[in-house]
């Protein structure tokens, strides 16, 4: 399957470059995943859509400032350091820019020498090894001197960082938003779990390989980055329940989704586990535990749309995005929800 059957036209200005100030008002393309029918609501309708006994899955990681403006130490040079993956206490694995200047033994420095850091090592794909050095504790300074690690598309300054972060981010880990999660309120859940739908949490720390476009000519041959996820117990027997009753798992992002697929047996039961996932769903994946999806619009010839294609079919889904692209939708991290179901009956 060639990378190209997922391309589409989208104009520049419809990538959305700023949250909406009421997260829950952002529109809704609700889209029968069997049919390819098309419904346009608000995201608060979302209720509308969800049964008593369905489950909810949200990934409850936590953004961190993980951009960080420094200079390298002999020449003064402006250097940007963007974290990817802790190694341990002081080494992360960093993605450096302008990376040529960055070279094994090189010092760079930090809001004054509040922070500190010495490439150790380049690995993968020209990542760099750094070991930091600090007084304190690291998550304090980061937050003093880090900013949100924006994708590339968004050129606006964000006013406020809790903007990129979901209302129910709670782990510390991810170097991007779990956007589908960015629409929902603290009053939107509760009203969700008041019409029955449980609503478990999961973990998966985002890395900035969500951004990298896919370099092949054939999908089969694309390599995925690898995250680390946790299920908790508690949170699979949750899953579980919601699946052998008869309710339908409703994954909130391709974040979660990919922890359900990664975690979950053969026959669809989900156990509780951690690790690292590098799985890469495209179509002819056969799904062995969610039901429905909820997710924004992705960048064209991006993994995320070979994901939703597998849920969907490419052809409702590229129709999908053309009516959105007809109706102006807004795209990417800050842009409108699109609702994959197979139900497309509304209650009350």
């Known amino acids: ?62 953004v961190i400032p993980a951009r960080l403006m420094g200079h390298k130490e002999d020449t ?28 094994v033994g090189a010092r760079v420095s930090f809001g004054g020498g509040l922070l500190k850091g010495t490439v150790t090592d380049v690995v993968e794909e020209g990542n760099r090894l750094i070991q930091f ?35 129910y981010a709670k782990h510390d880990g991810s170097a991007a938003a779990p956007t589908a999660g960015l629409h929902f309120t603290k009053e939107l ?28 000519d054939t999908i089969e041959d694309h390599h995925m980055h690898s995250e680390f996820y946790v299920v908790e117990e508690s949170e699979a027997e949750k899953i579980n329940a919601a699946k052998a009753s008869g309710g339908r798992i409703v994954c909130v992002g391709t974040t979660s989704c990919r922890t359900l697929e ?13 690790g690292w996932t590098d799985i890469f769903i495209y179509p002819g994946y056969q799904f062995k535990i969610l039901d429905c999806l909820i997710t924004n619009f992705h960048l064209p010839e991006s993994t995320l749309v070979m994901l939703v294609s597998a849920l969907a079919g490419r052809e409702h889904i590229l129709n999908a995005y053309q009516e959105a692209i007809r109706e102006r939708y807004r795209f990417f991290s800050f842009g409108d929800a699109m609702f994959i179901t197979n139900d497309m009956e509304e209650r009350e």
């Open 189 to 216: 859940l509760e009203e969700i779990e008041r019409m029955g739908v449980a609503i478990a949490h999961i973990t998966l720390h985002v890395g900035l390989g969500t951004f990298r476009p896919v370099k092949v």
């Open 76 to 103: 003064g040079a402006a250097i940007e350091v963007l974290l990817l993956k802790r190694k341990s206490d002081t080494v992360w694995e960093t993605l450096v820019k302008p990376g040529k200047k960055m070279k």
């Open 1 to 62: 399957m060639k990378v190209t059957d997922f391309n589409f036209e989208l104009p520049q200005e419809l990538i959305a470059q700023d949250p909406l100030e009421d997260r829950a008002s952002s529109r809704l393309l609700v889209l029968d995943k069997e049919t390819g029918e098309i419904k346009h609501r608000h995201f608060r309708d979302i209720l509308r859509f969800l049964h008593k006994g369905d489950c909810l899955v949200i990934n409850d990681t936590k």
């Open 262 to 274: 990664s975690a979950a047996d053969e026959n669809g039961i989900l156990k509780a586990k951690s």
């Open 133 to 167: 050095e600090y007084e304190g504790i690291f998550e304090e300074i980061l937050d003093q001197l880090g900013q949100m690690p924006l994708p590339p598309y968004i050129t606006h300054q964000l006013k406020d960082k809790n903007r990129y972060q979901t209302v």
